[in-house]
């Protein structure tokens, strides 16, 4: 992105040394996105950080800290989910269940499976959400959901924990973190930040595992945790990108110019699932493909069975993984309508 390419200037430029900065990386980089994130939601002496390797290894790190402070709980994680959760779960040997999640007739969330699962929780046990753009699937819930599992879980004493890896994919960086501002609001929770994808710094490896605490002590007790599991797995965490970062969001002009290319990024998005949505239409002379306009960021399982998926590999020299899902920033103006031929000639 233009910021980054800006902000890497001015760091060459002015970067004196290369010394360890401190366990829990360079504490602006977490002053800078822990607002960004949260906004007004919580205190920041509340929020305990530590900057990771992307935000996988926020995730790690996350899952880290509860197997550590709580043995016995559960990890419960949505069905479907990004497949390096239940990964990372199994190879820290932690208990975890899934929750009914993607309605695979309608496309999008299935509320009543979601909250008759999640209704089994046990006080202590921890929930994975994914905060906006949900991967695989590329659904959402809404609004009233959302407050629905909010309410849930704190009834019943479990944790939420956020993974956060599309802000400002979805519906705007505002829109995208009112979520997990409200869950953050509402007491603890864990949250998994990745600058991967909205400052396109992949290979940086540039996330933020973030422990929102009740009271400011308890905050910094869990900050000596964190800072303890960083040194036990890698000491410093990678600071080129965090630096990155902090340099765009601390200074007005890089963060505007930030802001307007996430957006226009966003809105290419948006612009080929409607272009997309529209073709299917017209092809099928049917409403059934406009869940494709409702799902958000990068993703959508369009449905497709494994034998659909072969087909449309077969006839049309279309891939996509197993499952059926897409990646809509893969798409462009002259691969749209090739798309939507295949779908519909595969029998979605
Ligand atoms: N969580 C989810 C849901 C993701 O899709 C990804 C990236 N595919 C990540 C976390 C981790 O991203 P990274 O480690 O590249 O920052």
Known sequence: MRAVREAERRIWETETTKTYTALAGDPAFADALIPLVLGPAVPRDQVAAVATPGGTGAVRQGLEL?????????????????????????????????????????????????????????????????????????????????EAVSALLRGRGALPFVDLAYLGFGAGLEADAQATRRLAAEGDCLIAVSCSKNFGIYRERTGLLMAVARDAATARLAQGNLAHLNRQNYSFPPDHGARIVATILSDADLRRDWETELADVRRGMEALREALAAELRRLTNSDRFDFLRHHRGMFSRIGATPQQVERMRADHGIYMVGDGRINIAGLNARTVPLLAQAMVEAGL
Do not use: K
């Not at 309605?103 to 209704?119: P, Q």
């Open 66 to 146: 509860i197997r550590m402070l709580n043995p016995g709980a559960t990890v419960w994680v949505p069905d479907p989910t990004w497949p390096n959760h239940v990964s990372i779960l199994r190879h820290l040997a932690i208990p975890h269940r899934a929750y009914r999640y993607f309605d695979e007739a309608t496309r999008g969330v299935d509320r009543d499976g979601m909250l008759a699962d999640l209704s089994a929780v046990a006080a202590g046990d921890v929930v994975l959400l994914h905060g906006c753009c949900h991967n695989p699937t590329g659904a959402d819930p809404d609004q009233a959901t959302w």
